[in-house]
C-alpha cells in the first residue's frame, strides 16, 4: 500500500539542511541471534532497509515569520507537536540525499523524476540556542510502506575467447552483481571428435565491467574450449554454446 495521510513542511519555516548531517543505512535491519555453539546468526528483518539522517537545521528564535506573530523555532516546534505529532505522521519533504524508497503511486513508475521523500521524526528535538537562532538535531527516517523492486539486467555472454592458460568470457550485458567462479565450469578437448573434459580453474578475477577471465593449467594451441554458466543472475549456458580455439 502506497503512504497516504502524510503532511507538507510548515509554511514560513526554512528547508535548509545543514552540512553536517549524516546518513546512516541499514541500523536495525538484522535480528541477530546466538546460538548454543556461540556463533550468531544474522537474519533481515524486512526487504526494506531503513535509512536514517543526523539532520541538523537552524530556526530563528527571536524575529516573527511575516504576519504570524510567532517565530520560525515556535512555528517548527508547534507543527513537530500538534501537526508530525512527534513523528507519528509522515511529512513529505525535498530529498536528502539519493534513496532507494519509493511508495508514492504516480512516481513508483517513474524513479528517476522523485524529488521528494517521505520522513519521520523518530528522536526528539534538541535545540542550541546561537545568538538569534537555535541550531536543531534530530533523527529522520525515511518512510516506505510500499513494494520494493528492483529492475536487475538478464546477462547475456558476447564471446568467449581461449588462450593456452587463460580464457575469457566477455558478456554484452552483466546484472547489478559481478559474476563469481563458482558459476562457471570450463572444459577442453582435442577436436571436435574429442569427448569434453573438464578442466580445473586455478584463478578467477572479474574486470568490473565485462570480462570475467579464468585460469587454468596450460592447454595445447588448437584445442577446443568450452564453458557452463550455472545461473548467473537468470543467465544458465549450457557446455559447447560457445567453442573457441586455444590461441598462443
Keep these: 500500500m502506497a503512504i497516504q495521510n502524510y503532511i507538507g513542511w510548515p509554511v514560513g519555516v526554512n528547508q535548509i539542511i545543514l552540512d553536517s548531517t549524516t546518513i546512516s543505512v541499514g541500523d536495525g535491519a538484522l535480528r541477530i541471534d546466538e546460538l548454543e555453539s556461540g556463533h550468531k546468526q544474522s537474519v533481515q528483518k524486512s526487504p526494506y532497509v531503513p535509512e536514517k539522517y543526523q539532520v541538523k537545521m537552524t530556526f530563528d528564535w527571536v524575529n516573527p515569520v511575516g504576519t504570524t506573530g510567532k517565530t520560525e523555532y515556535r512555528l517548527f516546534t508547534e507543527w513537530y507537536k500538534y501537526r508530525h505529532k512527534c513523528g507519528s505522521i509522515p511529512f513529505e519533504f525535498p530529498k536528502i540525499l539519493y534513496s532507494s524508497n519509493l511508495g508514492i503511486p504516480v512516481l513508483d513508475t517513474h524513479d528517476n523524476t522523485q524529488y521528494t521523500e517521505y520522513y519521520r521524526i523518530t528522536s526528539s528535538t534538541e535545540g542550541v540556542k546561537s545568538g538569534e537562532c537555535v541550531d536543531v538535531t534530530m533523527t529522520w527516517e525515511a518512510v516506505y510502506t510500499g513494494a520494493i ?100
Excluded: K
Design 149 to 248: 523492486t528492483i529492475p536487475t539486467p538478464t546477462p547475456s555472454v558476447d564471446d568467449v575467447v581461449a588462450h593456452q592458460t587463460f580464457l575469457d568470457v566477455i558478456f554484452a550485458e552483466v546484472a547489478d552483481t559481478a559474476p563469481v567462479s563458482s558459476m562457471f565450469t570450463v572444459y577442453a578437448r582435442a577436436n571436435s571428435s574429442a569427448s569434453w573434459s573438464q578442466v580445473a580453474v586455478t584463478g578467477f578475477v572479474f574486470d568490473g565491467t565485462s570480462t570475467a577471465r579464468l585460469y587454468y593449467a596450460e592447454q595445447t594451441v588448437g584445442y577446443q574450449m568450452t564453458i557452463a554458466i550455472n545461473n548467473y543472475s537468470g543467465l544458465t549456458e549450457a557446455q559447447g554454446t560457445h567453442i573457441p580455439n586455444v590461441e598462443a
